[in-house]
């Protein structure tokens, strides 16, 4: 974003700390009121977020007060949301389809687990909940469907600044362990997904939204939005709101209480409310499984056949 400004200008970044302070001030002001209307107000802050602390850095200013305060609005996006074009299954579906195994975990990951594009790379096995996996002849092995992952809360991007859990979703569980035993020896620091940064997860969710047989338009953050759609439905079946945000790195009164520890029992009643919740409609709605009970039958009828 600095680079964005200083282009428009046509000065580099150290040529900029050596104007005067307030011709960077008009500067910077005649750019956001030349851009309303034109960028996102978000972006327009992030532009002027980013002079003030490269400022602030090469000590021109000791703090931001020093700078001009230039009144824009700060926090609305170009689009409406509701005018925005949703992620829909379909859109989620066929990303699966189109996608290798190391783009389909980063696409799953965000999409189903609603993990922030940084989160995603600095995962490791050491973050899979200690129960729910081992590591047997150098390969992870998960112990349980629907594994539970700890979120640090010193890893870059966890905005709630909380430990918090994660479910993956069963068959996602799969493809992370077939991704991760195709890296050799496997120990607790392998990593859980290919990438290196969240630049490389932007750029695989828009070649995926790319793809003739997704074709979406949009913005990568609405993968997202879909995750807390899909964990929204433990809050319709089970009238369980806190949960679902705690599933989604955000802080609340389950948040507390689980920093102390989460219990066998705990862990048993909320991958039970997981699985009837999304689980089980993620296999039959995205992965087009077949339904458990339509199994259960038809194996009960070949039985009966057979006799």
Not at 196 to 219: L, Q
């Amino acid at each position: 974003m600095l680079r964005l400004f200083c282009k428009t200008y046509n000065v580099t970044p150290e040529e900029l700390v050596q104007l005067p302070l307030e011709t960077v001030e008009a500067m910077t002001e005649e750019f956001i009121h030349q851009n309303e209307g034109k960028l996102a107000p978000k972006t327009l802050n992030v532009v002027f977020c980013s002079i003030k602390s490269w400022l602030r850095y090469k000590r021109v200013i000791k703090n931001n007060a020093q700078f001009r305060q230039i009144k824009f609005d700060k926090t609305s996006r170009k689009v409406s949301g509701l005018k925005e074009t949703m992620v829909e299954t379909k859109h989620v579906k066929n990303g699966f389809k189109v996608s290798n195994l190391e783009d389909s975990v980063d696409w799953g990951l965000y999409c189903l687990v609603g993990l922030r594009p940084s989160l995603i790379p600095q995962l490791r096995v050491k973050d899979i909940f200690e129960r729910n996996y081992k590591l047997e002849n150098d390969k992870l092995k998960f112990t349980v469907k629907a594994p539970l992952i700890v979120v640090d809360r010193t890893y870059q991007g966890n905005k709630g600044n909380i430990d918090f859990l994660v479910f993956l979703p069963s068959r996602l569980a799969e493809m992370v362990e077939m991704l991760v035993n195709s890296n050799g020896k496997v120990s607790k620091d392998t990593k859980l997904s290919k990438s290196d940064n969240a630049r490389e997860i932007y750029y695989k969710i828009k070649t995926i939204y790319a793809h003739p047989n997704v074709n979406f338009k949009g913005r990568p953050y609405l993968l997202r939005k879909y995750a807390d759609r899909v964990l929204d439905r433990i809050t319709r079946l089970f009238n369980d709101e806190d949960m679902k945000e705690f599933l989604m790195g955000h802080k609340g009164k389950i948040s507390a209480i689980y920093q102390a520890g989460l219990s066998n029992e705990d862990e048993r009643r909320m991958r039970g409310m997981y699985d009837k919740a999304c689980d089980q409609w993620i296999n039959e709605a995205i992965f087009e499984m077949a339904n458990r009970e339509d199994v259960e039958r038809a194996k009960h009828l070949t039985t009966w056949q057979q006799r």
